[in-house]
């Protein structure tokens, strides 16, 4: 019997020597899995002539396997921020490697000799490929010149238009008029000194002079409110005590205390312990503030002591009816005169 073989392919051990690559199941695992590389380099071929150059992006990091290989390959070739689409795999399907790789895989799966050359690129084809790159790479900077250039003219077109709005915002609305001898701006100013002479006139209430301001001066259609300061009272901007810093008069001298006292606060952390026992355990009922005779014993005393417990029982039983004896005795003796 021949020796214990694995086939790849087929992904089972066959002990027939090499009649198991005539066989028709391994043929049809064969050429099933070509046809599903076969696109892949077929798409690679068509960018020989006519090398496409992009703006890197993560998926340009794709591998594909290589059936004669056996290994992983770089699908696209990439560069800082450029990708050439297939330039990986044409790389590798020119490479001597993967020539002797494909007619040592064709010999020992007897394959199809006129499918080998689809999965070969010659020399000649590589350099082909290499001078459409060169070009590709022109024609992409050209067009990222172009766009670069856009781009500058939008900018330049935004920025033009923000200045004529920034002029025409802060130029004078108002153009002087040649009879009147006046300006809008000039009845401003006008105006804002009428206010300013009024205010100052004596009146029946005594106000406050109302300030001449710069600001009154620009040509800003601003009105002065005045000052709202309310008299006699501060606040945080003229140095005044924040109100909450303000002690009450009815609590300044009464020093009162802010939440449970200390004791309360112990016997709350007892209760909260005494929550925690069973409530069935022995003594939970058991009042400890009640007041108790200095005789006081358990019903059937002295169980913390040694022996059984009937046997402390029975001594309780014996010395308390000897103690009732003497109390009745002492009851009957006649007092003396």
């Known amino acids: 019997m021949a ?45 020989v002539r006519a090398a496409q150059v992009e703006r890197y992006v993560p998926e340009h990091e794709r591998r594909c396997w290589c059936l004669c290989c056996g290994c992983e390959v770089r699908k696209h070739l990439s560069h800082g921020n450029l990708t050439v689409l297939h330039g990986g795999l044409l790389e590798h399907l020119a490479s001597p490697e993967h020539k002797k790789a494909t007619n040592r895989f064709w010999w020992e799966n007897k394959a199809e000799f006129q499918m080998k050359e689809k999965f070969l690129i010659s020399p000649q084809d590589y350099a082909r490929f290499k001078k459409s790159m060169v070009k590709g790479l022109d024609t992409y900077e050209e067009k990222e010149d172009e766009v670069i250039k856009e781009m500058a003219a939008q900018i ?41 002479s009024t205010s100052q006139q004596p009146s029946s209430v005594d106000l406050p002079p109302t300030p001449e301001l710069d600001w009154m001066e620009t040509g800003q259609p601003l009105t002065f409110i005045g000052h709202q300061d309310t008299p006699g009272i501060g606040n945080i901007h003229s140095g ?71 046997q402390s029982r029975h001594q309780f039983k014996t010395e308390a009816a000897a103690r009732n004896k003497q109390q009745s005795h002492r009851e009957k003796k006649p007092s003396v005169s």
């Open 240 to 310: 005044a005590t924040p109100p909450w810093m303000v002690q009450d008069e009815e609590h300044s001298s009464v020093n009162q205390q802010i939440g449970p006292s200390y004791e309360e606060f112990l016997k709350e952390k007892e209760k909260q312990k005494l929550k925690k026992l069973p409530p069935d355990r022995v003594g939970a009922n058991f009042d400890h503030s009640s007041s108790t005779s200095v005789g006081w014993l358990p019903s059937f005393g002295r169980v913390w002591n040694n022996g059984r417990r009937w």
């Open 156 to 196: 330049r077109e935004v920025e033009h238009s923000r200045q004529e709005l920034v002029r025409s915002v802060l130029e004078p609305q108002a153009v002087a008029d040649p009879e009147d001898g006046s300006s809008a701006l000039g009845g401003w100013k006008g105006t804002n000194s009428l206010v300013a």
């Open 3 to 47: 020796p214990a073989q694995r086939c790849p392919l087929c992904r089972q051990t066959f002990f027939c020597g090499r009649g198991h690559v005539y066989s028709r199941k391994h043929q049809r695992q064969l050429k099933a899995a070509l046809e599903r590389l076969l696109p892949q380099v077929e798409a690679a071929r068509k960018a």
